[in-house]
């Protein structure tokens, strides 16, 4: 076939919301050629998610196209009546979405789910639509087909609901796959698993995949070329290794600057001052000129060309325009940031703010009319964790380890079943009533989801003032006030936003006024949970280095849940790696990271996608997904999904082997035969 | 599946036999004392000393109630003071009239309330839903003692179409099911739209539509069943509603139905029929609960699994 398979040419995509209209998506062109996979890189906001929605024609009821074409094959779409554009979806085109969780029916069984398609545009009925439906499922890497057909959405996990969805796209035999975000909502295991399915079937099938993303590592693992998009317009598009390689537009820059990782420990993450201009604005110059280092003059007056900067390179920028040649010095230098040493970091010592022995939290599972305990959850089994002060013990693991379970039963939100909690020795699972309130002013919790963390309801002087009311702190309202004012001022928000609401803010400012909630209190131990899994990279970057600094200035100590092993490379001193309510393997960041020693470490860190234009390097996959917590595997937790397990390792669970400074590890392996 | 009908049945029962004792025991709070209303204030003591023992109303209240839930578990409800006649009997017919209202009612309800609600979530904000909107605000505000007359008015009276009263001719059913069933309506047009405007939302509405569907199957398969159990809750709800609003509109038809009784008896003082009518509509509205319960969970995977 010679030329694009489908091509978007001046695509501008208007939103009605009462006043001027929102230009979502504001003149993209780009073409998509059989068999590539076409990523739009971009953070929320930027248009990408309106623009799959727009190839589809499934803009919601404000949005209306302004101009522009979109041709499959020899058909602009924008032009077919909406019936003909239902034999385009699902057939030509579909998509899959970024929460497997909301995107399935979920009172219809996968297997109807995935049929309704097969009736629809492959004319199947009755036995030769099942079958040809446990056939998808089985393609899609779905253990038990057949089975799985008949359950319902709510009896999978994330990652099969996943594949499900692949599955109903690929039931229609499309052309092109549109993947919005398609693995934000997972685990990096699953997400592994999932874009290697993506790239098989590509390969296999040799259908076009658009994929929507915000992750540069999963650029990295999937893109053949990628368009960049800012404030409803593309400003760069190049083939995978020359963007990787050296991105052109300074926002691309930007974006790879802010990423964590080790190299940036101890020095502040790159972050792009301010916010995406409103996008019902009239532009002039170029739309990231006042968030833009090296602006200069004409970047607020002329909006910048489309430039071929060759090699398949485009970028809308003036600093790269031929034409342009009186550009000022040192303004075109690139300003790569800085990699300084190791911050200020105390060694661990016997001398920890919080030690945790053998912490078990067992729910009953109750069934049956008089709700009979006929077996346990064990979420945390047995958990030993230590977090010196003024340090960051980062645990992770993947979603359903026992991560936030912890994290809850540390901070006394949940009851633990056993084991023991000490803070400065205090003994705090045998804290009651007062002295249990007195122990929630030392420890303090930031959770991920700002927003549902806040009541729609107080303004924000009254939520960062209610602690400080609970616990006593500051005589008068007024002295609370002026604390609240300069709380504000120490996370970075104006103190004048205090009698402003949580929805007045954008999700980097909420989780702000959290932390400036946490803070009130005077906390010596914050547990921080994936408290910035819900942001973008920029916008975590501003995050973390609030919560860095604020480490410095004030000698907290931070407990932080996440799954962002990046995350933890930047700002973590020590690691817990978690798997089924038990810890692996834990040490100083730096050992556990560069000398992982337990399998499931390994297959964790080889599942990360690296933002790294070098493919071929090892990758351990993990089969399978975490197994239910009622019912433990015996012996080692992790056996069934050890690409190297022995059969002692069914036996019984691993003791703590040293296997360097401060480094631990459970495995089998490890010890001495 | 059999375990989630089987708790469900279970609490049901338990439900049942606490709104029964409930009703016992409000009967013996009630002022006023039974023996004085059938003997009369002419009865001397020991008459009246006679009359009690042979009822039991001499026994501890424990008793008396373990007794009559003996009597109930075989069907018998007493007799009627007035009459004489065996409740069980008096009742029958009674409740078969009002249950035919009121399935006549839901059946007027979903025909009008359906096609409505669904209609005016699809076209949100625009005239059909405004109008929709406006209509149901005015159907609910209508109080029964005034459209039932106003409805005799026309179609009985002005244009002859209809019978005015009882229940003997055909077509008799029409207006007092109207009655009952335009402000139900109104109530579920208002609560398809909002749960239709929910599920509208939702993203797996977006996969379905992405899947290149029509219209009507994204509608139906997709948001209706999605929609339906919200509604089918608060209808149950509703339903027994409608039930106790049966008492104005048997009045005023002169439909021979449950309420019907329940006024005559009251207005007769017969405590006994009160009782079992009470007794029946309470019963009534926890089993169409029950029942509304186990439906949801035959539509929701996630409600019978929970």
């Known amino acids: 076939m010679t030329g694009p398979l489908l091509s978007v040419s001046d695509l501008r995509v208007h939103l009605d919301t009462g006043g001027p209209p929102a230009r979502v998506v504001d003149g993209i062109s780009f073409s998509i050629r059989a068999g590539e996979t076409f990523v739009l890189l971009g953070e929320s906001g930027c248009g990408k998610s309106m623009t799959a929605l727009a190839l589809l024609r499934l803009l919601p009821p404000a949005g209306r196209y302004a101009s522009g074409s979109i041709t499959l094959g020899s058909t602009d779409l924008l032009r077919i009546p909406e019936q003909a554009m239902r034999d385009v979806r699902g057939r030509r085109i579909a998509m899959i979405f970024q929460e497997p969780q909301t995107a399935l029916n979920p009172v219809l069984t996968v297997g109807a789910q995935v049929g309704e398609v097969l009736a629809r545009h492959r004319g199947l009925r009755g036995a030769a639509m099942r079958d040809r439906v446990v056939e998808l499922l089985d393609d899609v890497g779905i253990a038990d087909p057949r089975r799985r057909a008949e359950e319902f959405p709510h009896q999978l996990s994330g990652g099969m609901k996943q594949r499900v969805m692949i599955a109903m796209a690929l039931a229609g035999g499309p052309d092109l796959l549109v993947a919005d975000e398609p693995t934000t909502a997972l685990d990096v295991t699953m997400q592994a698993q999932v874009l290697q399915l993506l790239r098989e079937i590509k390969e296999r099938t040799g259908m076009a995949i658009l994929l929507i993303t915000h992750d540069l590592g999963v650029v990295a693992e999937m893109a053949d070329r990628i368009a960049v998009m800012y404030a409803g317009q593309i400003v760069e598009e190049a083939p995978r290794t020359e963007f990787l390689g050296a991105p052109l537009h300074p926002y691309s820059r930007k974006l790879f600057e802010s990423l964590p990782d080790e190299s940036r420990r101890g020095a502040p993450l790159a972050v792009i001052e301010g916010v995406v201009p409103p996008l019902n604005t009239e532009f002039r110059g170029c739309r990231f000129e006042t968030r833009c280092e090296r602006r200069w003059p004409t970047c607020a007056l002329l909006p910048p060309k489309w430039i071929d900067a060759g090699a398949g390179r485009y970028v809308r920028c003036h600093l790269h325009d031929p034409a342009m040649r009186d550009i000022p010095e040192g303004v075109a230098r690139a300003g790569r940031a800085q990699t300084a040493a190791d911050g200020p970091r105390q060694k661990s010592h016997a001398a920890a703010t919080l030690i945790v022995r053998d912490l078990q939290v067992h729910f009953p599972i109750q069934r049956g009319i008089l709700r009979r305990t006929v077996g346990h959850v064990y979420a945390v089994d047995g958990l030993t964790l230590a977090v010196p002060p003024a340090s960051t013990l980062a645990l992770v693991g993947e979603s359903g380890c026992g991560k936030t379970t912890t994290g809850k039963a540390i901070a006394r939100l949940l009851e633990a079943t056993g084991g023991e909690v000490r803070f400065d020795g205090i003994d705090v699972l045998a804290l009651r009533g007062a002295a249990l309130r007195r122990l929630r002013r030392e420890i303090q919790f930031i959770f991920q989801d700002p927003y549902a963390s806040m009541n729609p309801r107080m303004n924000v002087a009254d939520i960062v003032a209610e602690g400080m009311v609970a616990q006593g702190i500051g005589r008068t309202a007024a002295e609370r006030l002026q604390r609240v004012d300069s709380l504000l001022h120490q996370v970075g928000l104006d103190p004048g936003a205090k009698s402003r609401y949580p929805h007045e803010f954008s999700g980097g400012q909420r989780q702000r006024i959290c932390i400036a909630r946490a803070l009130a209190v005077q906390p010596r131990l914050v547990i921080c949970d994936e408290p910035t899994s819900a942001l973008d990279v920029s916008v975590q970057a501003q995050i973390l280095n609030l919560l860095r600094t604020l480490q410095e200035e004030l000698g907290l100590s931070y407990l932080f849940i996440t799954h962002n092993l990046a995350v933890v490379r930047y700002l973590a001193h020590e690691v817990a790696v978690m798997y089924l309510g038990r810890i692996v393997e834990r040490g100083p960041v730096e050992e556990v990271m560069a000398r992982p020693r337990h399998p499931y470490t390994r297959a964790l860190l080889s599942a990360v996608p690296q933002v790294d234009p070098e493919t071929g390097r090892e990758r351990i996959r993990l089969r399978g997904e975490l197994p239910s917590p009622s019912s433990p595997p015996s012996g080692c937790h992790f056996h069934p999904r050890c690409p190297v397990a022995e059969p002692r390792c069914r036996e019984r669970y691993p003791a703590a082997v040293s296997v360097g400074p401060d480094h631990t590890a459970h495995c089998h392996l490890l010890a001495p035969p | ?306």
């Open chain 2, 1 to 306: 599946m059999i375990g989630f009908l089987l708790t469900r049945l279970f609490s049901l029962a338990a439900v049942a036999l606490g709104v029964v004792s409930l009703v016992f025991l409000l009967l013996h709070l009630v002022p006023g004392d039974p023996v004085e209303v059938m003997l009369g204030e002419s009865a001397t003591p020991a008459d009246r000393g006679e009359l009690r023992r042979s009822l039991g109303l001499d026994q501890p209240i424990a008793v008396q109630w373990a007794r009559y839930l003996g009597k109930l578990s075989h069907g018998q409800l007493g007799e009627s003071l007035h009459s004489r006649e065996p409740i069980v009997e008096l009742v029958t017919g009674r409740v078969r009239a009002t249950a035919q209202l009121g399935a006549a009612a839901l059946v007027v309800s979903i025909a009008i309330g359906l096609p409505l609600g669904v209609g005016a979530a699809l076209r949100d904000g625009r005239r059909l839903d405004r109008a929709a909107l406006a209509l149901t605000a005015l159907a609910m505000s209508i109080p029964s003692f005034w459209l039932g007359p106003m409805l005799i008015l026309l179609f009985s009276i002005t244009l002859g179409w209809l019978p005015v009263s009882g229940r003997a001719e055909a077509g008799a059913i029409v207006l007092p099911a109207l009655t009952l069933g335009i402000p139900l309506a109104a109530a579920l047009t208002r609560m398809v739209r909002a749960s239709m405007l929910q599920v509208l939302s939702e993203d797996y509405l977006r996969t379905a539509r992405a899947k290149g569907l029509p219209p009507a199957r994204v509608t139906v398969q997709h948001a209706l069943r999605n929609a339906a159990l919200p509604i089918m809750t608060v209808l149950g709800l509703q339903l027994g509603g409608v039930l106790a609003g049966a008492i104005i509109t048997e009045t005023i038809f002169q439909w021979p139905g449950l309420g019907q009784l329940t006024i005559e008896s009251i207005q007769r003082r017969d405590y006994p029929v009160v009782q079992a009518c009470v007794l029946i509509i309470s019963l009534t509205y926890v089993v169409v609960n029950a029942a509304t319960d186990m439906l949801c969970g035959l539509l929701d995977p996630r409600v019978r699994m929970a």
